[in-house]
């Protein structure tokens, strides 16, 4: 199918750039924007029964390890990913 749609300077050059960058003709990386967008709009499956309990579960969970003191900071969760990172890109050649 074919369909033109009219768009302003500044978003079509954008679009090509975008487009040359993932080595993709304008035509495919608008319509797989479209799709994205579209599909972005669609209306969500309902979650699994029992999946709010099992949140709420999880949260009351957590709020009472902080009321322990136990939790790590934002600080220490980055540092450990740092660390699984470094060691992953050590161990897997193309990400050297």
């Not at 957590?62 to 969760?77: Q, W």
Request: no cysteine; proline share 4%.
């Amino acid at each position: 199918m074919v369909e033109t749609i009219e768009v302003d300077a500044d978003l079509a050059s954008r679009l090509r750039e975008e487009a040359d960058k993932a080595g993709m003709s304008v035509s495919a990386l608008a319509g797989e924007l479209l799709r994205l967008a579209l599909e972005s709009h669609e209306p969500q499956e309902e979650p699994e029964p029992g999946y709010d309990a099992f949140l709420r579960r999880k949260v009351e969970r957590a709020r009472e390890s902080l009321r322990h003191g136990r939790f790590r900071s934002h600080e220490d969760v980055m540092t450990d990913i740092d660390r699984l990172l470094h060691k992953q890109r050590e161990a897997t050649p193309q990400w050297r």
